[in-house]
């Protein structure tokens, strides 16, 4: 027997209860016809200084009523969680923007194999929402999109559908409003299968509890901080590559000046600059690849595949690391040496520091690089270390664990 139970956090909506309550009830004659056999639907009262609860009763028993103090949405949804019965949980805000209509059909898709079913405002159907919200949750299904590797249109909509046993690997989930963003990333990060099925959208009624500023920009971090935790690559090496792209742009801005007469030498601060970037670009993506494997040891998983190529697949830049590092150092070197041999730092020249200053970068980033390798090298030892020792000591085939680990290692030493 399969129930849905579906959980309505509220917070001071005497006005809109009555009407979304009686809309999720009525969609139990609709849930048989897909797959579903009964209903459950759970009110969290969280701390209204209204009518709410009053107006919230006059369903009992039909629906259960949870008070608590105000913890907020996500908080609010967390309680009816653990008081929900059903083996398919679904939420719903409780102002009527939502179409509870479409629980069923999501069901269906839930049933079908799906861990996570968003009902997204996003693709296609017809929507009400304000054009400032709908670019900013454009902005943040790109954000998602860009750091997860995976597309999404609607990463913080507020009507879902989730079997039960995959909660456990979607917490911890915050309790406030970016409780939605954070549940879509940590979805996609631990390769849920997540369905987006379209959904009209209505404004509600009356003052928006949403503010744009404030919780657009806690969607924004609790996108990059979950993402964070999982592929630190993604982020650090996005913003590692842009930095190298503006240092080869400065670069071609620099001798493309020279080059059509506009400067009539190389500018050597933008060389200098140039430089800056591309290191600064350098140890950005070191420090995420470092990071990533951190991650991987901590969820004993193989690493994920960084900016360039499919997840968990491709050559992967950092076992090339030691020999890049190697040649920089070598590199750096040669260049003062050469500097020197030709008299280039002479106190008299204009730009007498320029080559010991770039053969200094040259070393740093080198070092740098060696370095990441070496972390690299011993985090992946350690996270193939315990299903290696299991294979020794059983003697039979590599376990999961184990092959898992070797993949990490072998990805760094290799």
Excluded at 157 to 168: A, D, F, T
Excluded at 238 to 251: D, F, H, R, T
Aim: charged fraction near 20%.
């Amino acid at each position: 027997m399969t129930t849905l139970s579906v959980v309505i956090p509220a917070y001071n909506e005497e006005d809109g209860i009555a009407a979304i309550v009686e809309r999720v009830l009525a969609i139990e004659p609709e849930l048989p016809k897909y797959g579903v056999d009964a209903l459950e639907c759970i009110v969290v009262d969280d701390g209204s200084r209204d009518r709410t609860a009053e107006i919230v009763r006059r369903y009992v028993p039909r629906v259960r009523l949870i008070q608590q103090p105000n913890k907020g949405y996500g908080g609010a949804l967390k309680t009816g969680f653990q008081a929900a019965s059903g083996e398919l949980l679904g939420f719903l805000d409780a102002d009527s923007t939502y179409p509870p209509e479409y629980f069923p059909q999501m069901c269906r898709v839930a049933l079908d194999g799906a861990d996570l079913v968003i009902g997204s405002r996003m693709a296609g159907a017809t929507s009400e929402m304000p054009l400032v919200r709908r670019i900013g949750n454009f902005i943040f299904a790109n954000l998602l999109s860009l750091v997860a590797g995976v597309r999404i249109s609607d990463s913080a909509s507020g009507q879902r559908v989730i079997r039960r046993e995959v909660l456990p690997i979607l917490y911890p989930l915050p309790d406030t409003l970016d409780f939605t963003p954070a549940m879509s990333t940590r979805a996609l990060h631990e390769n849920l299968r997540m369905v987006e099925v379209p959904i009209p959208y209505k404004e509600r009624s009356g003052r928006s509890k949403l503010s744009v500023v404030r919780d657009g920009l806690r969607f924004f971090k609790s996108i990059v901080w979950t993402a964070l935790t999982y592929n630190p690559v993604r982020i650090f090496g996005g913003i590692g590559a842009l930095l190298l792209l503006l240092s080869m742009l400065v670069m071609v801005l620099a001798f493309g000046l020279q080059a059509f007469g506009i400067d009539s030498v190389v500018s050597f601060p933008r060389l200098f600059g140039a430089l800056v970037l591309a290191v600064a670009g350098v140890t950005l993506y070191t420090t995420g690849t470092s990071f990533s494997y951190i991650v991987a040891l901590f969820h004993k998983r193989p690493i994920r595949q960084g900016m360039f190529g499919p997840r968990g697949n491709g050559r992967k830049i950092e076992k090339h690391y030691w020999w890049l590092g190697i040649l920089a150092v070598l590199l750096g070197v040669a260049l003062y040496v050469a500097a020197v041999a030709f008299d280039l730092t002479n106190p008299a020249l204009q730009v007498s520091w320029f080559a010991p200053v770039v053969s200094a970068l040259m070393v740093l980033t080198g070092v740098q690089l060696v370095s990441a390798w070496s972390l690299a090298r011993v985090l992946a030892e350690l996270s193939a270390r315990e299903g290696l020792a299991a294979r020794d000591l059983t003697g039979n085939s590599v376990s999961d664990v184990a092959a898992n680990a070797e993949s990490v290692r072998t990805a760094a030493v290799s």
